[in-house]
């Protein structure tokens, strides 16, 4: 895969927008300034890998904004070392960002050929999460307990199988909302409280699955 001072240049770019958004993060700007989005790209749409917008990845799926990404990695306050699993491994382009964050990453994804195709790439950009198929929806139950969880699809309810499978002092962040728009929900786990924090609204495709949407909705 060629990483040339042309891209590097388009990602130093992209860097400094995320900072005018509000990005404060070093980890998480030095990361996405390290990750080639445009390997994630087909040729038609390579031109776009640098922009700040999502773009479809197949399957009806997208690969997330890099603004969505750097939000949602910031809120999670990665260390290196933490244990962090993410619901929607679509692209692998997140699960890369919290692997150059030094995140040791449980990656789990419901649609069959988007788990197969992202298995077998990831690796050859040199990230290697632990990938899953399955409904992410109930979490990861065999490898809990984390001590972060990212769900990168809007959800109807934030489902409680995550909460319990988060650490004391861990973190969930989760889009909660309708099948268009979602708040960006932070939970912290604090004994047996629940701290909920709300921010701004996204759009993400939604998550399916027992704690999601109904496939046919
Ligand atoms: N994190 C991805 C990336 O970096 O490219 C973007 C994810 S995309 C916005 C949402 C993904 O969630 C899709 O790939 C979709 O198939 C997956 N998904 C939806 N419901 C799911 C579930 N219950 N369990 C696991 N993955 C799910």
Redesign the pocket.
Known sequence: MEDNYKQRGLRDKLVRKLRLKGITDEAVLSAIGKVPRHA?FDNALLSHAYEDK?FP?G?G????QPYT?AFQSEKLSVKPGEKIL????????????LLEMGAKVY?????RK?YETTKDFLPMLGYRPYFFY?????GLPAKAPFNKIIV??GAPVVPQALLEQLNDNGILIIPVGDRETQKMTKLTKKGKKILKEEYNQFA?????????WAHSK
């Open positions: 994630f999502a990845i399957e799926q997208t690969i997330s990404v993410e619901v929607g491994t679509g692209s692998g382009y997140q699960a890369a960002i990656t789990i994804e419901y649609n988007l399955g409904d992410g929806s109930k990168t699809a993400f495709v939604p998550l399916l699955g027992e704690s999601g």
